[in-house]
T-cell receptor, first 114, second 114 residues
Framework: DGGITQSPKYLFRKEGQNVTLSCEQN?????MYWYRQDPGQGLRLIYY???????QKGDIAEGYSVSREKKESFPLTVTSAQKNPTAFYLC?????????????FGNGTRLTVT | AQSVTQLDSQVPVFEEAPVELRCNYS??????LFWYVQYPNQGLQLLLK??????LVKGINGFEAEFNKSQTSFHLRKPSVHISDTAEYFC????????????FGKGTKLSVKP
């Protein structure tokens, strides 16, 4: 079955440490996205990529970094520069083409930084 | 820029009652509209989408939504809810003819009580 796999589901880190969240898809989608979800704030776009080796900042990119070395993979690094990293992180993918393509989501990673 | 407003942050309802979750979007020449559902600690799942054509769109789990261009609304409805419909629902929009980013509302928590 095609889908998006995010790992791990729960992640705990100490303040000041960088942490990398994994996202892998086997849907053969060109576009991949990272969203951050906080209670009552909906989804906010961190980074997105429409093609291998290229990515763009979203609305809240500060303190985050990404890479897109393979079509299937789009890891997100939460750096120590991110002031409030504790959140639920969602990865998504879609076909690149018309605007009617929906996003397909993984099951998320809940990051807790203490 | 596109914006999406979900008018109710929480909607409590009794089992087997009808429900309407409201969504308004900022006006655009054309727009693609989506509703997603999120169960606790999971990713988002597509319920339905409006791209063009009939203004009444049917989705999964017995949900439907009506596109109203004059009122710039895309309200989600279900005639009879179940306990299992308890979840958070997100409305999203993308301006037509583009691969611009999907803009999400802040979500509506539907709580179905026995």
């Amino acid at each position: 079955d095609g889908g998006i796999t995010q790992s791990p589901k729960y992640l705990f880190r100490k303040e000041g440490q960088n942490v990398t969240l994994s996202c892998e898809q086997n849907l053969n989608h060109d576009a991949m996205y990272w969203y951050r979800q906080d209670p009552g704030q909906g989804l906010r776009l961190i980074y997105y990529s429409q093609i291998v080796n290229d990515f763009q900042k979203g609305d809240i990119a500060e303190g985050y970094s990404v890479s897109r070395e393979k079509k299937e993979s789009f890891p997100l690094t939460v750096t120590s520069a991110q002031k409030n990293p504790t959140a639920f992180y969602l990865c998504a993918s879609s076909i690149v083409g018309t605007g009617g393509s929906p996003l397909h989501f993984g099951n998320g990673t809940r990051l807790t930084v203490t | 820029a596109q914006s999406v407003t979900q008018l109710d942050s929480q909607v409590p309802v009794f089992e087997e009652a009808p429900v309407e979750l409201r969504c308004n979007y900022s006006s655009s020449v054309s727009v693609y509209l989506f509703w997603y559902v999120q169960y606790p600690n999971q990713g988002l799942q597509l319920l339905l989408k409006y791209l063009s054509g009939s203004t009444l769109v049917k989705g999964i789990n017995g949900f439907e939504a009506e596109f109203n261009k004059s009122q710039t609304s895309f309200h989600l409805r279900k005639p009879s809810v179940h306990i299992s419909d308890t979840a958070e629902y997100f409305c999203a929009a993308r301006s037509g003819g583009s691969q611009g980013n999907l803009i999400f509302g802040k979500g509506t928590k539907l709580s179905v009580k026995p």
